[in-house]
């Protein structure tokens, strides 16, 4: 019965959505089998299944809470709990006095399981950002639960090594729920990372950065405003892990850098303060092919970088600071005059972070020449040549959108529907707004900014990126700190830019989203979805 039903509900769909020009794909009429699509409350899977015999267990809780930040007064705030059921013991890490979630650890190729319990006053779902699940494994916001509510999420570990992020995903309050708290990072472990011998343990060092306001009470505030709308959230404190002021003590020698941008909207433009360069071994997707050494770079909310970062030689009591260095043309010109009012402009310079060299340490690693095998994916080999999967940039006062549309559940455009199993060339461009063209356009030139766009599913590689159209002084700001080999689950495209990638579409069928990662866009619905199929 249920059946007959979805099949009627389904060339409905289909109907419907020729009529408004839309496709309601297969797909989504799949999901309303499970009840999920076009309104109908979908039965969120709240069970461990018998056949899954998972090598991870946990139980992890979404519940308010207070974190101690500032001096004084503790901060209310939003975490994830995490507690062990089964698995090794190094796999969950806590950050020591965080809002944090732990530091979750997992072999590649291991079955997980994860009881999401949400002990919140409002729906939430958590996603993995970077990694590699099927759809129902996804965070999809239409599987946010209640409430009191629980989802089983079981999945396996197909990604490389590599650094990921869990944060909520749910419907118009990921900014919210993250800038509560929310959030944590995923380390996955392999054996070819692991035969490089790279700095671990205490050597191994995460870094969350995220920025956030406070009033005089030590609560947080969430700024509204146009300007916050507009750009997005910008705190006037850079919290590291979770902590003011962060400072690390380390021995001489060389440490490994986990670098995870957690903030809502903020970009870093990441520089040593004594002009050191940056050397990078690995971003989104895992290590680099071997190590790029960078004055600067850019990491944009939802991007990933692995930092070596060698103080063999550097003498007791030395320090070196990491810092926003100064960048220009990421926010609209339009939103410029407004900037007085933020105390920590993006595009500022402040620092970050301080290392200091506190004991001298005999043993060193040495930086592997050669990192990882990475097979760069071809434009010959694309299913599309000659004709790219659209991802327009839509900028316009409070309607940043992409292809033109914000996003609904049930919603996707013939061009965003793409056959499982392929290789696809997407491109990613600036549309000028309001319907006024492509480029530099009076309203686009005034609204456009720098966006980081993130895909769901497999990692992709970026094929090239072209600048025709941007400010080259501004462009000249950034442009050294891109770093477009390896493999990428978030690029920053800023304005003028127009960026090539390649992206596997492969085993799983389904809706996947893409995004602005700058939360507050995609709360705007700044997302769209492929339906893979
Ligand atoms: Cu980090 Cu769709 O998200
Ligand atoms: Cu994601
Ligand atoms: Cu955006």
Known sequence: MRRKMDL???SLLARIGAAAGVCASSSFAALAMHGGAGGMKEIAPN????NFNPDVDMELTCRPSEASILEGRATGVWRYAASLLKGPENTLTPLPDTYLGPVMRFQKGQKIRIRLRNGLPEPTIAHWHGLHVPMLMDGHPMYAIDPGEAFVYEFEIRNRAGLYFYHPHTHEATATQVYRGMAGAIIVNDDEEKALELPSGEFEIPIVLQDRSFNDANQLVYGGGMHARMVGFQGDHVLVNGRPDYAIDVASRAYRLRILNGSNSRIYKLAWDDASPIT???VDGGLLE????????MLAPGERLDVWADFSGRSVGSKIVMRSAPFSGASPRMARGMMAETALPVGGDYPLFSVRVARASGE??????????????RPEDVANPGDPVPIAISEAPMAMLLNGRPYADNDALPRERIPVDTLQLVEIFHDGGMGMGRGMGMMGGMMSMAHPIHLHGQQFQILSRSADDA???DYATMSEGFISSGWKDTVL???GERVRIIKPFGDFKGAFMHHCHNLEHEDMGMMRQFSVE
């Open 8 to 10: 009627i509900r389904r």
């Open 47 to 50: 069970w461990a299944s018998l």
């Open 280 to 282: 990078v071994i690995g």
């Open 290 to 297: 071997k190590p790029e050494e960078k004055p600067y770079v």
């Open 364 to 377: 060193s690693s040495a930086l592997p020449p050669r990192l990882a095998r990475i097979d760069r994916l």
């Open 471 to 473: 400010d080259p002084r």
């Open 493 to 495: 495209v800023t304005p």
